[in-house]
């Protein structure tokens, strides 16, 4: 069973389309993460949950929105998509707020 | 603020070569220090972790020691092989910045066979 799984993996589509991102693990872990890989592989931080709630929320567009239903899902939902979107977008999660975390496979996100 | 810097790739080595990657790191407090493997068309995983200064942490023949006198946290592995080519982040969390860990920009390595 995969861990910290996400979908979809790819992701194509046009500037101004609404699109999401779902993540689901399986770990028991509390804390659920959004990360953003650009181009050049650098990782930044998006968004944190922990047991449902909000608790890192960086400098991010808000037409990027972070759902946690339940502490095993964190979705991102995208608005009005951009080319500067275009990236690979990663979902993580951890136990309490500790930094061992455990990385889904990425969603690549391809916006035309 | 808190960050870490590693040294620039991409580094290409041959097979059974002695692997250095430089990381030193910028912190307010007294950080937890991580390496992370991200390999191809996967998502990151964590290779090691040290928590307090002289730790050393080892996994898979990599290791590091944190360096409080000298910031640094260098990854090393004696023997490479092909199954090693992947890209290693330098990573380090804070409790007084919740945990967040903030991720140095990634070396790719290469190793040939």
């Known amino acids: 069973d995969t861990a910290v799984s996400q979908t979809p993996k790819y992701l194509v589509t046009q500037m101004g389309n609404d699109k999401s991102i779902k993540c689901e693990q399986n770990?028991?872990?509390?804390?659920m993460y959004w990360y953003k890989q650009d181009s050049k592989k650098f990782l930044k931080i998006m968004f944190s949950?922990?047991?449902?709630?909000?608790?890192i929320n960086e400098t991010v567009p808000n037409r990027f929105s972070p759902k946690s239903p339940d502490k095993a899902h964190l979705n991102l939902h995208i608005n009005s998509l951009e080319l500067g979107d275009s990236a690979v977008y990663f979902c993580?999660?951890?136990?309490?707020?500790?930094?061992?975390?455990?990385f889904g496979a990425g969603s690549r996100l391809t916006v035309l | 603020g808190d960050s870490v810097t590693q040294m620039e790739g991409p580094v290409t080595l041959s097979e059974e070569a002695f692997l250095t990657i430089n990381c030193t790191y910028t912190?307010?407090?007294?950080?937890?220090l991580f390496w992370y493997v991200q390999y191809p068309g996967e998502g990151l995983q964590l290779l090691l972790k040290?928590?307090?200064?002289?730790d050393k942490g080892s996994n898979k023949g990599f290791e590091a020691t944190y360096r409080k006198e000298t910031t640094s946290f260098h990854l090393e592995k004696g023997s490479v092989q092909v199954s090693d080519s992947a890209v290693y982040f330098c990573?380090?969390?804070?409790?007084?910045?919740?945990?967040?860990?903030?991720f140095g920009a990634g070396t790719t390595v290469t190793v040939r066979a």
């Open positions: 993580a999660s951890s136990q309490d707020r500790q930094a061992n975390l455990t």
């Open positions: 040290a928590t307090k200064a002289d």
């Open positions: 912190a307010t407090g007294y950080p937890s």
């Open positions: 770990l028991g872990h509390d804390t």
């Open positions: 949950y922990n047991n449902k709630e909000l608790i």
């Open positions: 990573a380090l969390s804070l409790s007084s910045n919740d945990y967040k860990l903030s």
